[in-house]
Antibody, heavy 121, light 107 residues
Framework: QVQLQESGPGLVKPSETLSLTCTVS????????WSWIRQSPGGGLKWIGYISHSGHTNYLPSLRSRVTMSIDTSKTHFSLNLTSVTAADTAVYFC???????????????WGQGTLVSVSS | SYELTQPPSVSVSPGQTDRITCSGDALPKKYVYWYQQKSGQAPVLVIY???KRPSGIPERFSGSSSGTMATLTISGAQVEDEADYYCFSTDNSGKGLFGGGTKLTVL
């Protein structure tokens, strides 16, 4: 049973960088894809992107200039960096495992509990 | 830009059948996935690849897709099914996206 746990600061100042880590247990980080999804307060889910076990990334176009995902296969975690944040980036951030196949595409299947990040001075 | 469109809300009486739709132009060529999100919790996958049910998901949850519309059906809705439901798919360039979500009320 895969388990994911997000960690990182709950408060980030405007214009600074939001950095989160997702620690994976119960599954090999070397054999799947991994993603970040966020949800603004009272809002819907928004796909941010994914990173493969080999480091290939796929980001939401509207965030691509500010997003970087990385993966540390030796330490079983992957990370999200979002630069130049504003109040609009305030959200619950979820990490999730992604199931990927060339024939059926990809989707998140197992999720972390999420962590609230507020952007405020 | 490409969107997946869901009704904002639906309501059903306990024991009745509920259907939640998700429409998108790319759906004839892309699978749809459905998630249930209860208040304050992480989403849970309830349907994958249009109509398959993960282990542990009750049989009353089913999915279908035809043309540009996918449908999540809850046959005999229970009070515990009250939640937000989101569809997920990819566009023709491979970018992932969620529908806007549908709030299901069971009363």
């Amino acid at each position: 049973q895969v388990q994911l746990q997000e960690s990182g600061p709950g408060l980030v100042k405007p214009s600074e960088t939001l950095s989160l880590t997702c620690t994976v247990s119960g599954a090999s980080i070397n054999s799947d894809y991994w993603s970040w999804i966020r949800q603004s307060p009272g809002g819907g889910l928004k796909w941010i992107g994914y990173i493969s076990h080999s480091g290939h990334t796929n980001y939401l176009p509207s965030l691509r200039s500010r997003v970087t995902m990385s993966i540390d296969t030796s330490k079983t975690h992957f990370s999200l960096n979002l630069t130049s944040v504003t109040a609009a980036d305030t959200a619950v951030y979820f990490c999730a495992r992604v199931r990927y196949s060339d024939s059926s595409g990809y989707y998140p299947d197992s999720w972390g509990q999420g962590t609230l990040v507020s952007v405020s001075s | 830009s490409y969107e997946l469109t869901q009704p904002p809300s639906v309501s059903v009486s306990p024991g009745q059948t509920d259907r939640i739709t998700c429409s998108g132009d790319a759906l004839p060529k892309k699978y749809v996935y459905w998630y249930q999100q209860k208040s304050g919790q992480a989403p849970v996958l309830v349907i994958y690849e249009d109509s398959k049910r993960p282990s542990g998901i009750p049989e009353r949850f089913s999915g279908s897709s035809s043309g540009t519309m996918a449908t999540l059906t809850i046959s005999g809705a229970q009070v515990e099914d009250e939640a937000d439901y989101y569809c997920f798919s990819t566009d023709n360039s491979g970018k992932g996206l969620f529908g806007g979500g549908t709030k299901l009320t069971v009363l």
